[in-house]
């Protein structure tokens, strides 16, 4: 069974810096792409980006409004997809999600909340 | 990027009557649409994959049908647990996008 296990939010300043992680289990890790996925408060939900296998490159992609701004990485040795959220606005108060496609549908972690404010 | 379009926004729904949600993309999604309900303080959950197939431990009476631009998620029989916020996602082309969300709210 698939699971996505979150952390790493918590308050931050406008302009800091958090790192999130989505450590992995239940299926081959090193095979399959890692996607993080947002929701501000009463809001919908947005991807924010995703890292490729090392066989597909590694390479990431991100959406806009975090380009530039957020980093995805990941340890295969240790299961997990790291989200370096640099250079925070307040409209990145979210809840932030893990996400993959290795069972061939959608599996989901529980979440980690940013909030970001002075 | 693909735009994904739900109407309506807000469906008001008997227990026991039928509700269906649509989902429009702005161009084609090929098969690759998923369903998710979410109720509040909650992680969305995955209802529908492929457009059609329903994901484990999900009930018969959610189905979804379509492909292209057009998706449909039908829930044939409203329980009262099935009233929540229902969003449909293309994963056919990044960057992969989600409507807007259905309120399904009890009448």
């Known amino acids: 069974e698939v699971q996505l296990v979150e952390s790493g939010g918590g308050l931050v300043k406008p302009g800091g810096s958090l790192r999130l992680s989505c450590t992995a289990s239940?299926?081959?890790?090193?095979?399959?792409?890692i996607h993080w996925v947002r929701q501000a408060p009463g809001k919908g939900l947005e991807w924010v980006g995703h890292?490729?296998?090392?066989?597909?490159?590694?390479?990431?992609d991100y959406t806009a409004p975090v380009k530039g701004r957020f980093t995805i990485l990941r340890d295969d040795s240790k299961n997990t997809v790291y989200l370096q959220m640099n250079s925070l606005r307040i409209d990145d108060t979210a809840i932030y999600y893990c996400t993959t496609f290795a069972s061939g549908w959608w599996d989901w972690g529980q979440g980690t909340l940013v909030t970001v404010s002075s | 990027e693909i735009v994904m379009t739900q109407s309506p926004a807000t469906l008001s729904v008997s227990p026991g009557e039928r509700a269906t949600l649509s989902c429009r993309a702005s161009?084609?999604?090929?098969?690759?649409l998923a369903w998710y309900q979410q109720k509040p303080g909650q992680a969305p959950r995955l209802l529908i994959y492929g457009a059609s197939t329903r994901a484990t431990g999900i009930p018969a009476r959610f189905s979804g049908s379509g492909s292209g631009t057009e998706f449909t998620l039908t829930i044939s029989s409203l329980q009262s647990e099935d009233f929540a916020i229902y969003y449909c996602q293309q994963y056919n082309n990044w960057p992969y996008t989600f409507g807007q969300g259905t309120k399904l709210e009890i009448k």
């Open positions: 890292i490729k296998t090392k066989t597909a490159g590694g390479t990431t």
């Open positions: 161009q084609s999604a090929s098969n690759k």
């Open positions: 239940g299926f081959i890790f090193t095979d399959n792409y």
